[in-house]
């Protein structure tokens, strides 16, 4: 019998790994747990926690913005003051959208500088 799984990471591309990296750990808290080499001559920064984490990865060829949707639709991050959150967004010059408010959290959107879509949501 198999056990329930867990989510251990995301790995994104992104045109550069330490701009994400410090708007995500300001805007989540989280902690870079790792950088280094990667392959294809890339370079990776994983963020997160102790259990799981985000895979910040720049390929040394191909860097974005990224179009929406190939293949990735968004990712969620849970965030226990909305409100701040999205402050600190605007603050970076990102433009929140869909705001929505329904149970069991408020949520908004928002495209980061390589065009990727993110979900911050509330649960508080």
């Known amino acids: 019998m198999v056990t ?17 990296a410090n708007f995500l750990c300001r805007l989540t808290g989280w902690t870079e747990r790792w950088r280094g080499p990667a392959l294809d001559d890339g370079w990776t920064i994983h963020l997160g926690g102790e259990f799981d984490y985000i895979a910040l990865y720049r390929h040394p060829v191909l860097t974005g913005p990224f179009e929406k949707g190939v293949p990735l639709q968004h990712i969620g991050i849970v965030v226990d003051d909305l409100d701040a959150a999205e402050a600190l967004v605007i603050a970076e010059g990102y433009e929140p959208f869909s705001h929505a408010d329904y149970h069991p959290g408020r949520r908004f959107y928002f495209y980061d500088s390589d065009g990727i879509e993110f979900e911050l949501v509330s649960y508080s």
């Open 4 to 20: 329930q799984a867990r989510l251990e990471h995301v790995n994104i591309r992104v045109s550069d790994p330490d701009r994400t």
